[in-house]
């Protein structure tokens, strides 16, 4: 059977990985080189400069692609380094039209560096994909989404945005770190390019910074292979590894962060002192129907707010749980809680975070998986 044709669970411990041919290994080796011996002048075997190429990160860049149903995939050395190679398809002039609720660092690093460079980027709410046709120019040349987004969790409609994207000849990019090649394939739905911070839900186990893009098309890929050797934000071989061996467990883990992360939602949505639960696995959630078409399970990624809308009691949350640890980051195994507007999404000036929903008194939650008894009782300790 073609490895293309295995199920998802299948190509997560299989595709693209095979037994090393030295020696027989059953996992990949860390191939810990910096050179490779050439027989002769150009005569490498694939192989002249880690920079370059690395069999490590070669496996890991054909699993990668096994898993988004791409043709190609491209690893980096964070998701930041991932995003900073695709900005880099611009020239200035160039306009980008983004979901104006995103990840921090990614609007940091479009107002902050690549603005500086006469690209401008248009932050727009796109709930309705059609907002996003007014925006369009003769300069527009990429489309950038995050759905569901980070921390408020909207849905975006994939499959729109990538039609408007065909007809105006534009790049769609899809950040699709939240909800992991386990629940959404965006490049099957028409997105050009997935992006991941493969440090979260891919690596699984908050002990590697890794990023990585997926594409089907060779001329895309061509242009970010280029970027990736010649800016060289590429990741070693042992962070590919750690990457490698997260995958195999993807499915398993991602099984247990959606039952866990349902449970929470709902013992939040009832607890008294809690006042806007955010999970896209709610009915009523914004685009909830759009969610259940793309996506095959909600995920353990929750947002939340306290009734009394005070920074200093989330604050006091914040500091008694003991199973969720006060941290950045995400998708690993164990459960984080966060503050967004004074951690991840810190970069982002306060009125503007405040207009799209982000108040100060937002609280994020990573949930992880252990048993959602604790889990659970550890709230209630933590909310009172």
Known sequence: MSEKNYKLNTKLIHAGVHPDPTTGAIMTPIYQTSTYVQAGPGDHKGYEYARTQNPTRTVLQNALAAIENGK??????????????????LAPGDEVIVSNDLYGGTYRVMTKVFANYGIKFHFIGMQDANNITQYINSNTKMVWIETPTNPLLNVIDIAASA???????????????????????????????????????????????????????????????????????????????????????????????????????????????????????????????IAKKQMRGFGGMISFTLKNDSMDEAVAVLKKTQLFALAESLGGVESLIGHPATMTHASIPREDRVKNGLVDSLIRLSVGIEDIDDLIADLEQAIG
């Not at 964070?78 to 995003?83: E, K, L, N, Q």
Request: proline share 4%; net charge neutral.
């Open 72 to 89: 190609f995939g491209l690893c980096f050395g964070s998701g930041m380094a991932a995003t900073d190679a695709v900005i880099k398809l």
């Open 163 to 289: 039609a408007i994207c065909k007809a105006h000849n534009l790049v769609l990019v899809c950040d699709n770190t939240f909800a992991s090649p386990y629940l959404q394939n965006p490049l099957d739905l028409g997105a050009d390019i997935v992006l991941h911070s493969a440090t979260k839900y891919l690596g699984g186990h908050s002990d590697v910074v890794h990023g990585a893009l997926i594409m089907n098309d060779a001329g895309l890929e061509e242009r970010l292979r280029f970027i990736q050797n010649s800016c060289g934000a590429v990741p070693g071989p042992h962070d590919c590894w750690l990457v490698l061996r997260g995958i195999k467990t993807l499915h398993v883990r991602m099984q247990r962060h959606c039952e866990n992360g349902k449970a929470i939602a709902h013992y939040l949505r009832s607890h008294p002192k809690v006042g806007k639960v955010l999970w896209v696995g709610f009915e009523d959630h914004p685009n909830h129907d």
